[in-house]
């Protein structure tokens, strides 16, 4: 027996198996249950006792050692466990990675929402645009800061193309198309020239809201705010409008809201004020309603403006605007759970 048992294994060690069929070939000629191993098992019932020990090694080593030359020649032959028709059902499967969304999209995505339950509808404008929708419609002074290079990515001058640097000009699109009642949420991207930091970038997200209807008024609006900052950040928080100055509102106000870090006591991200600048808002100034073409006698209405990134960054504490834009998938994969 011994010597059938050496023989086997030469046999096994010249073996050559191109592929997937010989490799199988050779498992059944070696290892089935009709195989030469099992017969020599079989033989083995009737060995001496006394050569039980040495002969129960050799055969046991034998079966290892054709089990292991076999799944070498699989491997070999390149239909290995997983490829070809050789696939390992028993195996547990490799997690899925489907990635997660953009923290400034669940963000929009947020805002949209909360506005949307206040009969708010989506409106979109285009990112490059002209001087009359970015400013002079919107009452900004000829020698306004804003329409600096400096200020502004121009594409052309005289006339003016330029990438806008505020989505208020969508209001003023929506404003010359639609008839009022106009109630619309506006997000986009915009830019401005700007040196890029972690406080500062040169494209960045804002969403505009505008409503424009006959008795709207500045209640309306600071009843909107309430609503949409206990949306956002919670029951507790509460809210104050600063007066303040853009060119298209009259009054003009800046909102703050009770710092959700600390509950409005006071902390290092607050600047130990309690309070956090949010956005900024105000009633329709008289004059751009009439750009557009709206009777400011017969309406009224309130626009406000806020950064996707500013809200992100208060919501989930980014410290470096860059992060938004880097794609880093380490950062990205820290939202999962904001699902
Ligand atoms: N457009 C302003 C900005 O980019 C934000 C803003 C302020 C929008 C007041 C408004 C508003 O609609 O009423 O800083």
């Known amino acids: 027996m011994i010597e059938k048992i050496k023989a086997i294994r030469a046999e096994l060690e010249a073996a050559e198996a191109p592929d997937a069929e010989a490799v199988e070939a050779l498992r059944i000629k070696y290892l089935s249950k009709k195989g030469a191993i099992s017969a ?28 292991e030359r076999i799944n070498a020649l699989r491997e070999a032959s390149g239909r290995g466990n997983d490829k070809g028709g050789e696939l390992d059902l028993t195996r547990t499967p490799a997690p899925l990675n489907i990635g997660t969304r953009h923290p400034l999209s669940l963000v929009r995505e947020q805002i949209i929402d909360i506005f949307r339950r206040l009969g ?16 002079e419609s919107l009452n900004f002074a000829p020698d306004h800061p804003a329409r600096d290079m400096q200020d502004t990515f121009f594409i052309n001058r005289t006339p003016d193309v330029l990438l806008r640097t505020h989505t208020s000009s969508v209001q003023t699109r929506v404003m ?9 949420i506006c997000p986009g991207r915009v830019y401005r020239n700007e ?41 507790q ?13 009259e009054p003009s106000a800046e909102m703050d809201i009770s710092c959700n870090l600390c509950g409005g006591k006071g902390c290092s991200f607050c600047k130990g004020t309690g309070w956090v ?15 557009c073409g709206i009777d400011s006698k017969e309406y009224t209405g309130f626009a406000l403006g806020m950064g996707v990134e500013r809200i992100t960054n208060l919501k989930y504490q980014v410290k470096d605007l860059r992060l938004f834009s880097e794609n880093d998938k380490r950062f990205l994969d820290e939202f999962v759970a904001a699902h």
């Open 40 to 67: 020599l098992m079989n033989d083995f019932r009737n060995v001496d006792a006394s050569m039980k020990r040495e002969l129960g090694q050799a055969l046991n080593e034998l079966k290892s050692y054709a089990t």
């Open 120 to 135: 708010f509808t989506i409106a979109e404008g285009p990112e490059i645009e002209d001087d009359w929708h970015v400013f």
């Open 176 to 184: 010359t198309s639609q008839k009022p009642p106009i109630r619309i």
């Open 195 to 235: 040196a890029i930091s972690a406080r500062a970038h040169c494209f960045f997200h804002q969403v505009e809201a505008l409503y424009v209807d006959k008795n709207v008024t500045y209640s309306d609006l600071r009843q909107t705010l309430l609503y949409f900052a206990r949306e956002m950040f919670g029951p």
């Open 237 to 249: 928080t509460s809210i104050r409008l600063r007066p303040s100055y853009f060119p298209f509102t």
């Open 277 to 291: 600048e949010i956005l900024g808002c105000g009633m329709v100034d008289p004059a751009v309603l009439e750009a």
